[in-house]
């Protein structure tokens, strides 16, 4: 069965620090670049950030950046969404989502503000940032 499982999440005072892990089954990491999505309560899912196939580039919102960082590592089949700094705007259900990247001259790539161009989604992990 091919599935994504995000974990990690929980309650962390602001200013606090969470990770995020994204593990996959029935499928190998090593051909998908991965996107981090986040969607608050009344608010539409948004990007928050992305790392290429190649693991060597990533790409976040502006509204994390220098928080939030983006890892991979391939041997665990695992991807990581390092979160410091947490502020009560963070809180969300965070997903990560799979893109199989077919083409050499992608791999140093990712996109994060187009959902439909990923395979695989997971089943969400919750954050709340309390003040």
């Known amino acids: 069965q091919t599935q994504l499982v995000e974990s990690g999440g929980g309650l962390v005072q602001s200013g606090g620090s969470l990770r995020l892990s994204c593990a996959a089954s029935g499928l190998i990491l090593d051909h998908y670049a991965i996107g981090w999505f986040r969607q608050a309560p009344g608010k539409e899912r948004e990007g928050v950030g992305c790392?290429?196939?190649?693991?060597?580039?990533?790409k976040y919102v502006d509204a994390v950046k220098g928080r939030f960082t983006i890892s991979k590592d391939n041997a665990k089949n695992t991807v990581y969404l390092q979160m410091n700094s947490l502020e009560p705007g963070d809180t969300a259900v965070y997903y990560c989502?799979?893109?199989?990247?077919?083409?050499?001259?992608?791999?140093?790539?990712?996109?994060?503000?187009?959902?439909?161009?990923?395979?695989?989604w997971g089943q969400g992990a919750q954050v709340t940032v309390i003040s």
């Open positions: 989502a799979a893109d199989l990247i077919h083409f050499p001259a992608t791999q140093t790539l990712c996109i994060m503000d187009r959902e439909d161009i990923y395979d695989y």
């Open positions: 790392i290429s196939r190649s693991g060597d580039y990533t």
